[in-house]
């Protein structure tokens, strides 16, 4: 499956995921941005996780742009309903109520979709439409060829994926190639996935040219792992996974990989400077020029392995 047809960008997207939060997803994400800025390496971090966004907090600044995302939510016209029910019926989300002995017909806001499938069921012509601001891109300007795109969703709506979409689109023409630049053309954008394997994850990663996905040597991190590489195995997406807080717990995650063939891209080990640091909003990366130079080399290794090919799609 390909999902490029509807892109008119050059980005390579490698989104950074994992099955269930706690794992190292933002930790891994933000400080390979920081690494590949480092490096003068055209780069844009996509910020997914639009119900609790937090990757702008490692590099302090005001956004130098915002811009609303809005919905379509359905506004149905009680003058004209029938009461019939049919738009209920289409309704997978139970966002219809409708009391018809009162003549009270209403579109529950945080329930709703917007998907549309009611207005194509009306026949009585009674659902239109309105827009309804359901979060905002901030676009941060952290160098001069790097960016982040972060998404955030207004409380009350039950799906980002309106507003992933948005931001994965405007990461893609965030940040421009250097002229001459010695990396493949077009820039990186990282996309920050939501956690979890729910259709926020399945959106971001089904946008991606490769998926990093990041885990620990857990009972609990071995079987969110299954579960995420199944759900890429299914989309045919390229990925390879990183070992966070290696050394601790056991080894059932490199007995799985090596079994299976699936490539093991880094291992990160516990320590407790590193958990201390990051928990304090500091890049580990900064203090730690090992740790740096691992995440070029390991983009390195990706974009050569994978860059041409999505170029040439
Ligand atoms: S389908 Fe149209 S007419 Fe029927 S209940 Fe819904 S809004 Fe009313
Ligand atoms: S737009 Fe979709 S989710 Fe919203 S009320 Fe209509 S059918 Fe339900």
Redesign the pocket.
């Known amino acids: 499956m390909t999902t490029h047809a509807a892109r008119n960008d050059l980005a390579f997207r490698i989104a950074i995921a994992s099955g269930k939060g706690g794992t190292g997803k933002t930790f891994v994400a933000t400080n390979l941005f920081y690494s590949l800025l480092k490096q003068n390496i055209p780069v844009t971090l996509a910020d997914c996780d639009a119900e609790g966004p937090n990757d702008a907090i490692f590099f302090p600044g005001r956004p130098v742009r915002s811009l609303p995302v809005t919905r379509r939510t359905p506004v149905?016209?009680e003058r004209?309903?029938?009461?019939?029910?049919?738009?209920?019926q289409?309704c997978s989300f139970h966002a219809?109520f409708?009391l018809p002995v009162s003549r009270v017909?209403r579109c529950m806001d945080e329930l709703c979709h917007g998907c549309g499938a009611?207005l194509y069921?009306?026949?009585?012509?009674?659902?239109s439409e309105k827009e309804v601001q359901m979060g905002e891109l901030n676009v941060f300007s952290v160098t001069r060829t790097a960016r982040i795109v972060e998404s955030r969703m207004q409380p009350g709506f039950p799906s980002p994926v309106t507003l992933i979409k948005a931001a994965i689109r405007e990461a893609g023409h965030a940040n421009t190639p250097l002229p001459g630049h010695s990396v493949l053309p077009g820039h990186t954008v990282l996309l920050d996935a939501p956690p979890g394997i729910g259709c926020p994850f399945v959106q971001t990663v089904s946008l991606a040219d490769y998926v990093i996905l990041v885990t620990e040597p857990t009972p609990f991190g071995l079987s969110d792992l299954k579960q995420s590489v199944e759900c890429l195995q299914t989309m045919e997406k390229p990925f390879g996974v990183v070992l966070n807080r290696a050394g601790t717990g056991n080894d059932g995650v490199n007995e799985y990989l090596d079994k299976e063939g699936f490539p093991l891209l880094m291992e990160i080990p516990f320590e407790r400077e590193i958990a201390f640091n990051y928990a304090r909003g500091r890049l580990v990366c900064k203090s730690w020029p090992g740790f740096q130079h691992a995440l070029v080399k390991m983009h390195e290794l990706i974009r050569r392995t994978y860059g041409n090919g999505h170029h040439q799609r």
């Open positions: 149905i016209d004209i309903c029938t009461f019939c029910g049919k738009c209920r289409f219809i409708m017909i009611c069921a009306c026949d009585a012509g009674a659902i």
